[in-house]
């Protein structure tokens, strides 16, 4: 595998990269995963790079204001083959060809030590200044890094300026740590001095060290010329430890470090020389994994927005999420809302459908904003619908009074759209249905692939009424339970709503009295409570078979009220006589 190193005046300032064939590639202070942003002499777009049968192509750009050397003398384009180099500004670049090949351990080491985390405590560093220095760099290397990849490159870089000794670092990973033969990845690599030979790990260290769940040291031999040297990175290798990284955010990880003794001092025994490495080295893994275990926290409680307010994160943080999120049967209220005219404007906009998908996401989150703005809980999306519900996880006594106001912001912001030509929503309408009940919420799916939702009658009751808002001509519709729930506990001044009829859904055996939910007088004066007496007393006519009456009354709400024309339509079909075996409920003949 070919790999191009960059290495400034500073130890830490260096990576490693691999080199695939026939991609070309930008070199420069601010390029990405090929910055060298250590180095001012170094453009910001300083070269273009290519690998390809065995060469690598450097082509200078224009706007690169300072040289590129390659054998002391400036050049605009050339070709490199591995184990050669060139220089911008203070920064080498070399192109290397190495693998890596496991170390067969047939030879046991001279010497082998485990280390506990406690033991390591224990030790004290000569250099804590310079120790310390290195390791405060650590949280902004790893918040730093765009990909995990390029975490790996700064991980590797650090340990290597941090632990003087070392000839080669590794971070590995063991892919199944409760496997006695699991099988172990490179996931990242770099040594001091580059040399011809491979990459040899042990992965017996490697193994030892993550079953065990402790650092492990292996001394061997220092002859060089002797077949030791088959067994550790190469050939100037006295030693080799291991340290496991804890934690579930880098299970089965390791880091690998390898090197020479120094010079022995009188007396010294030679795995003590090496501990405060390791115990450098234990201090950057324990860190790593702090570090990534509040990333991973943090990625799950980003995901967890989506589908939650921040008021209900808060409250449910202390508590384990798996039993959080488990389903269980409780109280519900749900909202299932579906944005109007969208076929429509598919037709109109075939030729842009992107800037439609667009428009339509805006809808979209218009109504998953009201969502989550009144604590609900997000729960699906199902094509141009969104369906919220309150009452889970946690259980919430204003449940009825948060959807309505969820509902009543969500037709506040389209009919103001509307009024707005230009507007990305103005030619979008919606629908609203409302329903309490019980049902099963939580973490519903397969192994595979599982969404937070809410499962029941009470959801198709919601669907339903939602579709009902077409034929009754009304944003907004509740179930009897929710418009109860709105007589009894919301006050006028926030919601209102009205008795509209009493019908047998399509599919349905059972009837069901539907109601209107309303902003208060105060915001739609058009329709007065006077006005909500007057069309349910008339409701009330109506159910009792006298339509004469139910006519009167309804005459007496404004024109423009267009849910009294389905009353009016209805009881002028019959020519104003109930029909035989009249009971009061109209059956609907679709669904909406």
Same mark, same amino acid.
């Given at each position: 595998?070919?790999?191009l190193?960059?290495?400034g005046p500073?130890p830490?300032?260096?990576?490693?990269?691999?080199?695939?064939a026939?991609?070309?590639?930008?070199?420069?202070?601010d390029?990405?995963a090929?910055?060298t942003?250590?180095d001012?002499?170094?453009?910001?777009?300083?070269?273009a790079l290519?690998?390809?049968?065995?060469q690598?192509?450097v082509e200078?750009?224009?706007?690169?204001?300072?040289?590129?050397f390659?054998?002391?003398?400036?050049?605009?384009?050339?070709?490199?083959?591995?184990?050669?180099?060139?220089?911008?500004g203070?920064?080498?670049?070399t192109?290397?060809s190495t693998?890596?090949?496991?170390?067969?351990?047939?030879?046991?080491?001279?010497?082998e030590?485990?280390?506990s985390?406690e033991s390591?405590h224990?030790?004290?560093?000569?250099d804590?200044?310079?120790?310390?220095?290195?390791?405060?760099?650590?949280?902004?290397l790893?918040?730093g890094a765009?990909?995990?990849?390029?975490l790996?490159?700064?991980l590797v870089?650090?340990?290597?300026?941090?632990?003087?000794?070392?000839?080669a670092?590794a971070?590995?990973?063991?892919?199944?740590?409760?496997?006695?033969?699991a099988?172990?990845?490179?996931?990242?690599?770099d040594?001091?001095?580059?040399?011809?030979e491979p990459?040899?790990?042990?992965q017996?260290?490697i193994?030892?060290a993550?079953?065990?769940?402790?650092s492990?040291?292996h001394v061997?031999?220092a002859?060089?010329?002797t077949?030791?040297?088959?067994?550790?990175?190469?050939?100037?290798?006295?030693?080799a430890?291991?340290?496991?990284?804890?934690?579930?955010a880098?299970?089965?990880?390791?880091?690998y470090?390898?090197?020479?003794?120094?010079?022995?001092?009188?007396g010294?025994d030679?795995?003590?020389?090496?501990?405060e490495?390791?115990?450098f080295?234990?201090l950057?893994?324990?860190?790593?994994?702090?570090l990534?275990?509040?990333?991973?926290?943090?990625?799950?409680?980003?995901?967890l927005?989506?589908?939650?307010s921040p008021?209900?994160?808060e409250?449910?943080?202390?508590?384990?999420?798996?039993?959080?999120l488990?389903p269980?049967e409780t109280?519900?209220s749900v909202?299932f809302?579906?944005?109007r005219?969208?076929s429509?404007?598919?037709?109109?906009?075939a030729?842009?459908l992107m800037?439609?998908l667009?428009?339509?996401?805006?809808a979209?989150?218009?109504?998953?904003h009201?969502?989550?703005?009144?604590?609900?809980?997000?729960?699906?999306?199902?094509?141009d619908?969104?369906?919220?519900?309150?009452?889970?996880?946690? %259980? @919430?006594? $204003?449940?009825?009074?948060?959807?309505?106001?969820? /509902? &009543?912001?969500?037709?506040? =912001?389209?009919?103001?759209?509307?009024?707005?030509?230009n507007h990305?929503?103005?030619?979008?309408?919606?629908g609203?249905?409302?329903?309490?009940?019980?049902?099963?919420a939580?973490?519903?799916?397969?192994?595979?692939?599982?969404?937070?939702?809410?499962?029941?009658?009470?959801?198709?009751?919601?669907s339903r009424?939602e579709g009902?808002t077409?034929?009754?001509?009304?944003?907004?519709?509740?179930?009897?339970?929710?418009?109860r729930?709105v007589?009894?506990?919301?006050?006028?001044?926030l919601?209102?709503?009205?008795?509209?009829?009493?019908?047998?859904?399509?599919g349905?055996?059972?009837?069901?009295?539907?109601s209107e939910?309303?902003p208060?007088?105060s915001?739609?004066? %058009? @329709?007065? $409570?006077?006005?909500?007496h007057?069309?349910e007393? /008339? &409701?009330?006519?109506?159910v =009792?078979?006298?339509?004469?009456?139910?006519?009167?009354?309804?005459?007496?709400?404004?024109?423009?009220?267009?849910v009294?024309?389905?009353?009016m339509?209805?009881i002028?079909?019959y020519?104003?006589?109930p029909?035989t075996?009249w009971?009061?409920?109209?059956?609907?003949?679709?669904?909406?």
């Amino acid at each position: 595998m070919a790999e191009l190193i960059a290495q400034g005046p500073e130890p830490h300032q260096r990576w490693r990269r691999s080199l695939r064939a026939g991609e070309r590639f930008l070199l420069g202070r601010d390029a990405g995963a090929y910055a060298t942003p250590w180095d001012k002499h170094v453009s910001r777009r300083h070269a273009a790079l290519r690998w390809n049968d065995g060469q690598l192509f450097v082509e200078k750009l224009p706007e690169a204001k300072n040289p590129i050397f390659l054998a002391g003398q400036p050049r605009d384009g050339f070709t490199l083959a591995a184990g050669e180099h060139f220089v911008i500004g203070e920064t080498t670049f070399t192109v290397t060809s190495t693998t890596v090949n496991w170390s067969p351990d047939v030879r046991q080491p001279v010497e082998e030590q485990t280390f506990s985390v406690e033991s390591l405590h224990r030790v004290r560093f000569r250099d804590a200044d310079q120790r310390i220095e290195v390791l405060s760099r650590l949280p902004e290397l790893i918040a730093g890094a765009v990909n995990e990849t390029e975490l790996f490159v700064r991980l590797v870089n650090m340990l290597l300026a941090g632990v003087p000794r070392a000839s080669a670092v590794a971070l590995v990973a063991v892919e199944e740590p409760s496997n006695a033969a699991a099988k172990v990845r490179v996931l990242q690599w770099d040594r001091r001095l580059e040399a011809g030979e491979p990459f040899r790990p042990s992965q017996r260290l490697i193994l030892e060290a993550v079953h065990r769940n402790e650092s492990v040291l292996h001394v061997w031999e220092a002859q060089r010329d002797t077949e030791a040297a088959r067994f550790t990175v190469s050939a100037n290798i006295d030693w080799a430890f291991c340290t496991p990284v804890p934690g579930e955010a880098c299970r089965g990880w390791g880091v690998y470090v390898a090197g020479q003794f120094a010079a022995r001092l009188p007396g010294a025994d030679e795995p003590d020389d090496v501990r405060e490495d390791l115990k450098f080295t234990e201090l950057v893994a324990a860190t790593l994994a702090s570090l990534r275990q509040t990333q991973a926290l943090e990625r799950k409680q980003s995901a967890l927005l989506s589908f939650f307010s921040p008021q209900i994160l808060e409250a449910i943080t202390q508590e384990d999420a798996e039993v959080v999120l488990s389903p269980r049967e409780t109280d519900v209220s749900v909202l299932f809302c579906d944005l109007r005219g969208f076929s429509r404007e598919t037709e109109r906009h075939a030729g842009d459908l992107m800037a439609l998908l667009d428009r339509v996401s805006q809808a979209l989150g218009v109504m998953t904003h009201h969502i989550l703005a009144q604590g609900g809980v997000f729960g699906d999306f199902q094509g141009d619908a969104a369906m919220g519900f309150w009452g889970w996880p946690i %259980e @919430l006594p $204003d449940a009825v009074e948060r959807i309505c106001a969820a /509902a &009543l912001a969500i037709r506040s =912001a389209f009919e103001s759209a509307a009024q707005q030509p230009n507007h990305p929503l103005a030619d979008f309408r919606m629908g609203i249905g409302l329903a309490t009940g019980r049902a099963v919420a939580g973490r519903i799916g397969t192994a595979d692939q599982s969404k937070v939702t809410v499962f029941g009658p009470v959801v198709n009751r919601a669907s339903r009424l939602e579709g009902m808002t077409r034929i009754l001509h009304t944003p907004i519709l509740l179930d009897d339970v929710t418009a109860r729930a709105v007589r009894d506990h919301v006050r006028p001044e926030l919601a209102r709503s009205r008795r509209i009829v009493v019908v047998k859904p399509y599919g349905f055996e059972t009837p069901v009295e539907v109601s209107e939910l309303l902003p208060p007088e105060s915001v739609y004066p %058009e @329709l007065t $409570d006077e006005h909500i007496h007057f069309y349910e007393t /008339a &409701l009330q006519a109506f159910v =009792a078979g006298d339509w004469g009456e139910a006519v009167e009354l309804l005459h007496k709400v404004p024109a423009k009220d267009r849910v009294k024309d389905f009353l009016m339509i209805y009881i002028a079909q019959y020519n104003r006589t109930p029909p035989t075996g009249w009971d009061g409920v109209i059956t609907l003949t679709q669904k909406g």
